[in-house]
């Protein structure tokens, strides 16, 4: 089992940066595609960004590709969502997950593990 816990949510403005990070637990992280989604009040959970396990490619959805970027550090066991240009559709819940398969997926049912999520908020 792995445990993940992401941090580096908050308010920012239009047009400004976050970094978030899923801190893993337990079984390492390495062994796991990571994706991050976010859900936003009264919408259904989405597919931001992946990662395969090894890191070497990266798949993201159409709404944030160009301004979003996944990467990890199997060495820190952390997985980063940087997130630049951001605009006010983006705020929502984040959540970092962890999928057994090896190259992860863009389904949230995918996924066997899940953060908590941390929040978002971009103010125009």
């Known amino acids: 089992q792995v445990q993940l816990v992401e941090s580096g949510g908050g308010l920012v403005q239009s047009g400004g940066s976050l970094r978030l990070s899923c801190a893993a637990s337990g079984r390492s992280c390495s062994s796991y595609a990571m994706g991050w989604f976010r859900q936003a009040p009264g919408k259904e959970r989405e597919f931001v960004a992946r990662i395969t396990r090894s890191g070497i490619t990266t798949y993201y959805a159409d709404s944030v590709k160009g301004r979003f970027t996944i990467s990890r550090d199997n060495a820190k066991n952390t997985v980063y969502l940087q997130m630049n240009s951001l605009k006010p559709e983006d705020t929502a819940v984040y959540f970092c997950?962890?999928?057994?398969?090896?190259?992860?997926?863009?389904?949230?049912?995918?996924?066997?593990?899940w953060g908590q999520g941390t929040q978002v908020t971009v103010s125009s």
């Open positions: 997950a962890a999928d057994s398969a090896q190259f992860g997926s863009s389904l949230p049912r995918q996924y066997d593990y």
